[in-house]
């Protein structure tokens, strides 16, 4: 494993990965008004682009291989998602559904966020940013749940483990619905700290502050349920403490985000009142953290479902995650 570069020998922002290919996963034809649409990602880049994409450097994102998504998920489980595509999609759950183009969407979802830790930790940047969909954090190893299809940033965390010599990772996850999905990922693991902020008391219904790991794991999951309507100060003084606090023993050399924007005091499917800034906050702290720790941070985009709220907080992160403002 290589260092990560030097901030003045890196690109000007970060790595930006994304794919057409995760516009053509497409909810609505099996529920009309499903929240995660395609206009997530469209409002994003509408944004970026717009800003000439704040000089990040962009690739795109490729296409996982089945043995990369099996780094995570059963045989089984991508068997069933490839097959149930192939077959022109269908519900999985009241919430998840896959059509016909949905498997590709999830490979160039999972193989961005692949793709991203190898460039960050052959040292081309210190962060990146995957814009993909379908998002991940709560697709378990056995099961696709909460619009999830398989896990990205697990795939992408068991990656740089099995393949580019990492001993520790830090996956922190903002969302503001518990990333069930990772932490059973990982329960059992003492290499990976899953640190999760969420709401307590909406879906799906885990997280419970008493769940800290188990076996070889105990100590290696944090959850920190918050309650409704809490604000940004709250939110950031538990990222300070506990959780990057117990990231500084812990030495990670890759952190990795589950970047959901869902907190946001617009969005619909939660209740709290965060703003575009405050998730440029906590980018920055973890920005500052991982510079001064020599880990490169990579976020992947989970949930956010006002489009123009979701935009403007991806903004405001990539250009915390650049280096403008300070924590």
Not at 36 to 63: K, N
């Amino acid at each position: 494993m290589q260092a990560p570069v030097e901030e003045d020998e890196a690109v000007r922002g970060g790595i930006y990965f994304s794919h057409p290919a995760c516009l053509e996963h497409d909810p609505a034809g099996q529920m009309p008004g499903h929240p995660e649409a395609p206009r997530r990602l469209q409002a994003i880049e509408r944004r970026l682009e717009a800003s000439e994409w704040l000089g990040w450097e962009r690739r795109p994102a490729p296409a996982a291989s089945e043995d990369d998504l099996e780094l995570v998920h059963s045989r089984r489980h991508v068997e069933q998602i490839r097959d149930l595509c192939a077959a022109g999609g269908d519900a999985i759950d009241a919430d998840t559904y896959a059509v016909e183009a949905s498997f590709q969407a999830a490979l160039h979802a999972a193989g961005g966020a692949c793709a991203m830790a190898r460039a960050l930790l052959a040292g081309e940047a210190p962060v990146g940013f995957c814009a993909v969909r379908p998002p991940g954090h709560h697709a378990e190893p056995e099961r696709a749940m909460g619009f999830c299809l398989f896990n990205n940033v697990a795939i992408a965390a068991e990656l740089a483990i099995r393949e580019l010599g990492v001993e520790r990772i830090l996956v922190l996850d903002w969302d503001v619905h518990h990333g069930n999905g990772t932490v059973e990922a990982f329960r059992h693991r003492a290499d990976v700290l899953v640190a999760g902020l969420h709401q307590e008391g909406i879906f799906p219904g885990s997280g419970s502050i008493a769940d800290t790991g188990s076996g070889p794991g105990e100590g290696c999951t944090i959850n920190l349920p918050l309650p409704a309507g809490s604000e940004e100060e709250l939110w950031v003084s538990l990222l300070e403490h506990p959780i990057l606090s117990a990231a500084s023993s812990f030495e990670p050399q890759l952190i990795l985000v589950s970047a959901g924007f869902d907190g946001h005091r617009d969005d619909p499917l939660a209740n709290c009142r965060l703003e575009a800034e405050s998730f440029a906050r906590m980018a920055r702290l973890v920005r500052e953290f991982g510079a001064a720790h020599g880990a490169p941070v990579g976020a992947v985009l989970e949930g956010g479902y006002e489009p123009e709220a979701l935009a403007t907080s991806v903004e405001a992160t990539l250009r915390a995650l650049a280096g403008e403002g300070e924590a």
